[in-house]
């Protein structure tokens, strides 16, 4: 799964490149079996952070290695990068990440995405059915279907007479109907809690790739009707431009960027499994999932002169809406307990 997340890709390359230089001590320190504490993945510390629209992935590996070996951090991090690059160099054709490296005079190392990572990544989500753990989710929408009015979503029976677009209407707690729906996590504690603003932003996402569809700026096809576990899929006939002629990513504000890191980030805590016990929170990781996609709804037009100026601009930002669909559709049913309402 490490296609699916940065975070995974970057802990097996730098244990590669950790291994490399362990070899390298053996020769020139005595700390052998201290250094066995390195083969464990889940002791190698990354973070992901973003600065001015740039999405990196950040290690201070080399500072706890540093009091190790006595050496110094600046040291360390350098002979790393060293491997790193080596690594990413011979493994070119083999799907790896195209990272780019850097160390600070801290000693952290930074691995830079760069627009043709994200792409590339981009793609291949929007390339398959994604499994999110043991739940396959499904796909879509026919064009055809569309022009006969017809939705593949089912209707539910979520209904809301205070929203409009109004969160601030919204109630403490939003009940609905679950009838067939059998999520395997629910926290009792989430009857309590306002999930209607992420609800409301997942119908939202329903919303506007029906109104892609009507409008033929994406084209998704209808593989399985089933309620339990649907997944809107972009269909490779026509794939998105993610990138434009320069080899730049297709975006242009700040909150689309906002919005990819944090899709990455959520994929990062579903894939990267990490050793801790710390339970995760999972409506805190849908929140802020929820809050990127209405900070990139409010900012980022799609329709009107983005469609008729910059239709690749529209089609990649409709893709982000796709992801973020399936994101919190994942999150509501399998992490919260609580039905994913296509409208509202």
């Known amino acids: ?71 110094p951090a600046i040291y360390i991090a350098n002979e790393l990068v060293k491997y790193l690059r080596e690594i990413v160099k011979t493994d070119a054709n083999k799907n790896i990440n195209n990272f780019e490296f850097e160390v600070i005079s801290s000693g952290m190392i930074y691995f830079n995405l760069t627009d043709l990572s994200i792409a590339n990544w981009l793609h291949y989500l929007t390339s398959f059915t994604l499994i999110f753990e043991q739940q396959e989710l499904q796909v879509g929408v026919d064009l055809n279907e569309v022009s006969r009015g017809e939705w593949p979503f089912p209707r539910t029976e979520v209904r809301s007479c205070f929203c409009n677009g109004d969160l601030s209407k919204s109630p403490t707690t939003f009940h609905q109907s679950t009838r067939g729906f059998k999520p395997n996590y629910f926290d009792k504690s989430l009857e309590t809690t306002n999930l209607f603003p992420i609800q409301y932003s997942h119908a939202r996402c329903c919303s506007l790739l029906r109104m892609g569809i009507c409008d033929r700026l994406i084209n998704l096809t209808s593989k399985d009707v089933d309620t339990s576990g649907q997944f809107l899929l972009f269909q490779i006939s026509q794939p998105i431009s993610w990138q434009q002629a320069n080899g730049q990513l297709q975006f242009s504000h700040n909150s689309e960027y906002q919005l990819i890191a944090q899709i990455a980030s959520t994929l990062d805590r579903i894939y990267c499994v990490s050793s801790s016990k710390k339970p995760i929170n999972w409506q805190k990781v849908a929140d802020a999932v929820s809050v990127a996609f209405q900070d990139f709804y409010s900012h980022c037009r799609i329709w009107g002169e983005v469609k008729v100026k910059k239709p690749k601009l529209a089609q990649a930002r409709l893709g982000l809406v796709l992801l973020t669909q399936s994101v919190l559709r994942f999150l509501l049913e399998e992490r919260l307990g609580v039905e994913a309402p296509v409208e509202l």
């Open 1 to 71: 799964m490490t296609k699916l997340s940065f975070k995974c890709d970057c802990k097996q390359i730098l244990q590669r490149a950790i291994n490399l230089y362990q070899e390298q001590l053996k020769w020139s320190c005595r700390c052998e079996n201290t250094l066995e504490v390195w083969k464990k993945k889940e002791v190698i510390p990354i973070n992901q952070t973003i600065n001015n629209r740039q999405i990196l992935y950040k290690s201070a590996i080399a500072l706890k290695l540093a009091a190790v070996c006595q050496q």
